[in-house]
Nanobody
Framework: QVQLVESGGGLVQAGGSLRLSCAASGRTFSTYVMGWFRQAPGKEREFVAGISWSGANTYYADSVKGRFTISRDNAKNTVYLEMNSLKPEDTAVYYC???????????????WGQGTQVTVSS
């Protein structure tokens, strides 16, 4: 069982930056693939970024590639999402998720956090 708690959301102007954090409980955090997803009002939840258990491999949605960076610190049971050059279309609730697998995927995540709101003003 893994419990996830996101933090770091807020209101930022277009072009600004935010860093989201996701703290995980459980001794097996380092064995999970971790991902970030987002859901904007009236839209389906979408994959944003994923990272392998070791942190050596990452994968991004085309819409955030080059602007967002996912990373993890297994010693702190935490995964991060550094978001730069933010756009109004990045406004959404951002969710952290854990996948009990060694393979990064855009789906098939087993545990979810409660989400944190990110709002980008124009």
């Amino acid at each position: 069982q893994v419990q996830l708690v996101e933090s770091g959301g807020g209101l930022v102007q277009a072009g600004g930056s935010l860093r989201l954090s996701c703290a995980a409980s459980g001794r097996t955090f380092s064995t999970y693939v971790m991902g970030w997803f987002r859901q904007a009002p009236g839209k389906e939840r979408e994959f944003v970024a994923g990272i392998s258990w070791s942190g050596a491999n990452t994968y991004y949605a085309d819409s955030v590639k080059g602007r967002f960076t996912i990373s993890r610190d297994n010693a702190k049971n935490t995964v991060y999402l550094e978001m730069n050059s933010l756009k109004p279309e990045d406004t959404a609730v951002y969710y952290c998720a854990a996948r009990n697998s060694r393979i990064i995927s855009t789906m098939g995540y087993d545990y979810w956090g409660q989400g944190t709101q990110v709002t980008v003003s124009s």
